[in-house]
């Protein structure tokens, strides 16, 4: 059974850094993406980052690119979002998911994944 379980969320203000955690288990593919999601209320569920874990090709989505960074450590099955600069608007519950078997294509959609897990939440106070 695959699982993905995040971690590292947590209270932080404005301008501090956070790093967030996903542990896949139950992971036997070779091909696969990772994408980090993000939900605050009353709003969809939307791309932040994704990475492939073919050759390491990243997407970031406007609003982060040169705060945020996504990486794997492939031989511990963990992903991970490092996230500076944090402002209030980064406020929101956050997912690692998984995509299988697919070509990379960065920018995700939420019906393209394959695994969630849970959320952790991250809150940014200004």
């Known amino acids: 059974e695959v699982q993905l379980v995040e971690s590292g969320g947590g209270l932080v203000q404005a301008g501090g850094s956070l790093r967030l955690s996903c542990a896949a288990s139950g992971f036997t593919f070779d091909d696969y993406s990772i994408g980090w999601f993000r939900q605050s209320p009353g709003t969809g569920r939307e791309l932040v980052s994704s990475i492939s874990s073919r050759d390491g090709s990243t997407y970031y989505v406007d609003s982060v690119k040169g705060r945020f960074t996504i990486s794997s450590d492939n031989a511990r099955n963990t992903h991970y979002l490092q996230m500076n600069s944090l402002k209030p608007e980064d406020t929101a519950v956050y997912y690692c998911?998984?995509?299988?078997?697919?070509?990379?294509?960065?920018?995700?959609?939420?019906?393209?994944?394959?695994?969630w897990g849970k959320g952790t939440l991250v809150t940014v106070s200004s």
């Open positions: 998911a998984a995509r299988v078997g697919v070509a990379f294509k960065g920018n995700f959609d939420y019906a393209d994944m394959d695994y």
